[in-house]
Nanobody, 123 residues
Framework: QLQLVESGGNLVQPGGSLRLSCAASGFALDYYAIGWFRQVPGKEREGVLC????????HYLDSVKGRFTISRDNAKKEIYLQMNSLKLDDTGVYYC????????????????WGRGTLVVVSS
């Protein structure tokens, strides 16, 4: 069964850090681009950043540049989102998703999705 499972979401104060993980099972991660998306109630899901099969990283949000990094460990079948200097606007449900080879800001390009992990940035 093809599956992505996110973990690591939590309540954190502004300026704090979190590391999200995305564990893949049922398929070889090597040939997929993995994107992190986030969604808040009442808003559309937005792409945050993505790492392709060659480990090239694409940022979709200028607001996270310099604060968020993405990495992957194909042997462990895991992808990580390190989030530093968190802001109130970073609050949302974070999803990881897999697309064939290439990153794309269009969520419809991603065939597999996790169920999300909640990040709340609040003082």
């Amino acid at each position: 069964q093809l599956q992505l499972v996110e973990s690591g979401g939590n309540l954190v104060q502004p300026g704090g850090s979190l590391r999200l993980s995305c564990a893949a099972s049922g398929f070889a991660l090597d040939y997929y681009a993995i994107g992190w998306f986030r969604q808040v109630p009442g808003k559309e899901r937005e792409g945050v950043l993505c790492i392709n099969d060659s480990e090239k990283v694409t940022h979709y949000l200028d607001s996270v540049k310099g604060r968020f990094t993405i990495s992957r460990d194909n042997a462990k079948k895991e992808i990580y989102l390190q989030m530093n200097s968190l802001k109130l606007d970073d609050t949302g449900v974070y999803y990881c998703a897999a697309a064939d080879y290439v990153c794309d800001p269009n969520a419809a390009r991603y065939a597999f999705w996790g169920r999300g992990t909640l990040v709340v940035v609040s003082s």
